[in-house]
């Protein structure tokens, strides 16, 4: 067995290569410092394992998840990715093959991101596998895209389709056996290997006046972004996207629609932008290949305290949520599930 | 039972309302930049119920040993602490007492240290309490202490004294049950809640080729050193500052003494400097109150590959060493314990 600054040695200080400022991972700390004129966006999220992903999930999969959903944060602030830290904190026994496959996973990503290990801790468990990610991104000073920026009025877009993911944890489950072949796959995908949108994130600077990554879930990542922004919201139900796997597994039932909407994991981008700005997101949209929906509006908050959202059906009346996503702990509990 | 966000917002928000960019914690991430000149030095580590603190430990203690041992390594880099993120993975049936407790440890060290918390994250875990944390630090360009530095024939010091945190540990374990009285409290002190040599640190830039926190154990990190800087080095074991109550516990049985020397934890910070630098070194230990030993010296590597380190006792004799220090799996498992 590879002791722990071997196993460093041999599968993580070549992912830092290209870092001058890494050292190799042969240093206390390493050092990092944004282009003039721009400011450094920084982001920390960790996932457990049976908790975060299925303790069955292969050492490529939880690497690439651990970077990606960091990475969908920067892009919902418009930051461009640039380097990362890293805490593995795995059993003792892990062979030294699942370090090689944990590092080939992020070898992948770091390619298709362009970012780059830059430090990071090796610790033993006696419990289950947790990795924590602090990811580092850029943008112009002062220019970041926010949560609270949304204006009554504005227009809501998401991108991609939503409760792709909760599905996909579902089949994985055993609890959404109905589905299967490629629509399967396709949702199972949607969970367990999130696509950032990095590129759309910066193009929306100057358009977006508000942005979140879908993570909790569509219902309560809105209600952040309304919360912040001190503003309403109301969507339309029939116009948040579904992919055709979605749409086959939900076939028209409002409980499943409903899960639809506050399953988390899906890592898309809900952002407002001035009704204006319509046509230069459709632009975008077209030139990055990426697709964007309007789902709804935000209107002036009335009441002082928590924003009012409604979700509509086809015939115009409010659905009603027992819960609007994933939290920790706590009351809101709607725990990592499949929609009903 | 609080949420995850009303946690949040009642115990960490306000560790972070001295820091604009980090939007009290209502965001997706932080913007942080150094100063003109300057550039930003990141480190990051992770400690673990049961195996990097006791799992009994009172929640303000784990919150600032998380910290410190961060501080400590950009102490090691010459840099000043600024901010840190933090990952908190916790069991969901934690107390809402616990989070009020492990806040309020951070924000004494955030006052002792002046540092801000700019982001986190909050997950649950059917496992050990973990909690990362990413801390940042800032330096002149290109100015950091390095490990690489050393030149053969340097001075080698270390600050305060080394050992402790082991014997310590033990006093917790109940191996070292013939320590008692304030020899015990101050062990176990040490171990509990490292005093990270902030104020040195960056003092140091200019005057030290090389340094590195002593958290492994004295030896192993020497050998951390001398192994980047490819040189060799000399410890004399009789100059090795020990505190009274490590004398006490050791009483010249050189087992004791060697358990001392590998223990980990100390975080002191052990460097090297040129022996011109001796006279200015002795003048920052005066004016900034720090106990600085000089306790051997580097020579050229001889060989290639491993550098050879002497740990020579009073008569001259080198001791042997079974394992050098702590790490957290393969061959060199010296396990978190007191010296023998």
């Known amino acids: 067995m590879l002791s722990e600054f071997e196993i460093v040695a041999r599968y993580f200080a070549p992912l830092a290569g290209a870092w001058p400022g890494a050292y190799g991972l042969l240093d206390d700390a390493a050092v990092i410092s944004p282009a003039p004129g721009n400011e450094l966006v920084v982001k920390t999220d960790a996932i457990v394992s049976g908790v975060d992903f299925p303790a069955e ?40 093959a699942w370090f090689a496959e944990f590092a080939a996973g992020l070898a992948r990503d770091q390619q298709e991101y362009g970012v780059t290990l830059i430090g990071g801790d090796t610790s033993s468990t006696p419990g289950p596998i947790v990795v924590a990610v602090s990811a580092f991104g850029e943008a112009r000073a002062g220019r ?33 056996s109905a589905i299967s072949g490629p629509s399967a796959s396709f949702l199972v995908d ?14 929306l600077v100057g358009l977006a ?66 009704p204006g700005a319509m ?3 459709r632009e975008l949209s077209r030139s990055l290949g990426v697709p ?5 509006q935000t209107a002036s ?28 702990f706590g009351r809101a509990i709607c725990a990592r599930q499949s929609p009903a």
Do not use: M
């Open 144 to 176: 970041i895209i926010r949560r609270g920026g949304a204006q009554p009025g504005d227009a809501l877009f998401v991108t991609g389709t939503v409760g792709d993911a909760a599905l996909g944890l579902g089949v994985l489950q055993g609890t959404r």
């Open 57 to 96: 999930t292969t050492p490529d999969l939880i690497a690439r998840k651990a970077l990606r959903v960091n990475l969908s944060d920067l892009a919902a602030k418009g930051a461009r990715p640039r380097a990362y830290l890293l805490d593995l904190i795995v059993p003792g026994a892990l062979e030294e």
């Open 301 to 328: 908050a009335l009441q002082a305290g928590k924003p009012h959202l409604t979700v509509r059906d086809a015939a115009g009346r409010p659905l009603a949520f027992a819960a609007e996503g994933w939290t920790h």
């Open 279 to 281: 046509e230069s997101i």
């Open 209 to 274: 006046t508000a942005a979140i990554d879908v993570s909790d879930g569509l219902v309560a990542d809105l209600r952040h972004l309304c919360e912040v922004s001190q503003v309403d919201a109301v969507i339309d139900a029939e116009l948040v996207p579904l992919s055709p796997a979605a749409q086959e597994a939900i076939a028209g039932d409002s409980g499943r629609l409903i899960g639809a909407l506050t399953g988390g994991d899906d890592y898309e981008l809900l952002f407002s932008a001035p």
């Open 190 to 203: 949607r969970y367990r290997i999130p696509q950032p949108r990095v590129g759309l994130g910066p193009a």
């Open 292 to 296: 964007i929906t309007r789902i709804g």
